[in-house]
């Protein structure tokens, strides 16, 4: 059972727009800690996406954007390519007993 | 460009020990926070361990504390982590990370990954 609470699949046809939800807690999204996610494609390493809630590293197309607001953040897809079919993981800190970075348990979108 | 190369996986009985390294190329070293995450197989990412640019401050999951042990010998650029007491529970693809901080904030996040290495604990 993840800290941060993530659909297992989302789907969505070539061209359309899409969002994967990560829902937590007032110990981690809720208290002001930043958000960050993770495209991990099939059989290779996760890349970082987004960072501090709604920023994107070199490189990675503003198809992708995140958003967070009270104890949830989203990841929105638009323009979906059939590249774009992977795992996504969202991220944050927890400072519960357990503590430190979680992950969301990841959410396989597929490309129609 | 920043690397990452993951090593020193492989197959171990339940209670023994391995030592898995990263080494690092394409960024100072010494000025960023690095971390272990792994993946148990077809499950989602669990963040292990994490040590700040100096070495002198680190940070374990309940899960491995007491049993793995994260260090850097920053004039060799790498990387690494000490596990005794496996279980199998530990069978896993062990990613090293870099952070965007010589710390580990609360908002730390991992920047760049290495291709992983798998540990097996199995008899």
């Known amino acids: 059972q993840s800290v941060l609470t993530q659909p297992p699949s989302v789907s969505g046809a070539p061209g359309q727009r899409v969002t994967i939800s990560c829902t937590g807690s007032?110990?981690?999204?809720?208290?002001?800690?930043?958000v960050h996610w993770y495209q991990q494609l099939p059989g290779t390493a996760p890349k970082l996406l987004i960072y501090?809630?709604?920023n994107r590293p070199s490189g990675v197309p503003d198809r992708f954007s995140g958003s967070k607001s009270g104890t949830s953040a989203s990841l929105a897809i638009t323009g979906l390519q059939a590249e774009d079919e992977a795992d996504y993981y969202c991220?944050?800190?927890?400072?519960?007993?357990?503590?430190?970075?979680?992950f969301g348990g990841g959410t396989k979108l597929t490309v129609l | 460009e920043v690397q990452l190369v993951e090593s020193g996986g492989g197959l171990v009985q339940p209670g023994g020990s391995l030592r898995l390294s990263c080494a690092a190329s394409?960024?100072?070293?010494?000025?960023?926070?690095m971390s272990w995450v792994r993946q148990a197989p077809g499950k989602g990412l669990e963040w292990v361990s994490a040590?700040?640019?100096?070495?002198?401050?680190?940070y374990y999951a309940d899960s491995v504390k007491g049993r793995f042990t994260i260090s850097r010998d920053n004039s060799k650029n790498t990387l690494y982590l000490q596990m005794n007491s496996l279980r199998a529970e530990d069978t896993a693809v062990y990613y090293c990370?870099?952070?965007?901080?010589?710390?580990?904030?609360?908002?730390?996040?991992?920047?760049?990954w290495g291709q992983g290495t798998l540990v097996t604990v199995s008899s």
């Open positions: 501090g809630n709604s």
């Open positions: 991220q944050s800190y927890d400072s519960s007993l357990s503590g430190f970075w979680v």
């Open positions: 007032s110990s981690n999204i809720g208290a002001g800690y930043d």
């Open positions: 990370a870099k952070g965007p901080l010589i710390v580990a904030t609360p908002n730390h996040y991992f920047d760049y």
């Open positions: 040590i700040s640019g100096s070495g002198g401050s680190t």
């Open positions: 394409g960024f100072t070293f010494s000025s960023y926070a």
